[in-house]
């Protein structure tokens, strides 16, 4: 996982509907730039240690907003999305 300063999505041409504000809160945007450090080692890409648990792009996302305190509610799936429905 990589972070830094005036970065760029090189595949954001391949997202399936424009980025979305989730919040205006710099706080939010600080909280989930500190998180980035802290993100569970060993389970993304390869399952290394035998977890069972393989993450990719979409884990990593709701990892970091959940633990930013980003209320899910907020999020819309996007239209042509693989995401699940919620419940």
Known sequence: ???????????????????????TDP???ARI???????????WGRDESNAGEMWNSN???????????IAAEKIQLPDGGRATSRR
């Open 1 to 23: 996982m990589r972070c830094w300063r005036d970065g760029c999505i090189t595949d954001a041409a391949e997202a399936v509907d424009s980025p979305q504000s989730l919040s």
């Open 27 to 29: 706080d939010a945007a």
């Open 33 to 43: 730039l500190q998180l980035v450090p802290q993100l569970p080692l060993l389970v």
């Open 59 to 69: 884990s990593v996302t709701a990892w970091l907003l959940e633990r930013a305190g």
